[in-house]
């Protein structure tokens, strides 16, 4: 059973930075699409942040040159460095993952999801 387990969010003043991480499980995810998406209150959930298993990553208009995607060495755990945090980046922020190469920006197309960390930024 694949697991996904968000870690990293909490209360910050805008301008902050977080990182948040998305640690999997088992140790079989180099050859998988991961992303990051996020739901704000009253929305629906958004894609954020992409990585294919090739290395390519891509981003949402809304955060691109904020936020950057990656993994880690061991291919285990997902990453998201957020910086320059705003008020409207306050969401839960999950962690996703697909068992295919290519990476994709729906929602629908992910099979597995964590539990979601939350972000709060105050003004």
């Known amino acids: 059973q694949v697991q996904l387990v968000e870690s990293g969010g909490g209360l910050v003043q805008a301008g902050d930075s977080l990182r948040l991480s998305c640690a999997t499980s088992?140790?079989?995810?180099?050859?998988?699409?991961m992303a990051w998406f996020r739901q704000g209150p009253g929305k629906e959930r958004e894609f954020v942040a992409g990585?294919?298993?090739?290395?390519?990553?891509y981003y949402a208009d809304p955060v691109k040159g904020r936020f950057t995607i990656s993994r880690g060495n061991a291919n285990d755990t997902l990453y998201l460095q957020m910086t320059s945090l705003q008020p409207e980046d306050t969401a839960v922020y999950y962690c996703?993952?697909?068992?295919?190469?290519?990476?994709?920006?729906?929602?629908?197309?992910?099979?597995?999801w964590g539990q979601g960390t939350q972000v709060t930024v105050s003004s």
């Open positions: 990585d294919g298993w090739a290395g390519a990553t």
């Open positions: 996703a993952a697909r068992p295919s190469p290519y990476g994709s920006r729906r929602a629908s197309e992910y099979v597995y």
């Open positions: 088992p140790r079989t995810f180099s050859r998988v699409a």
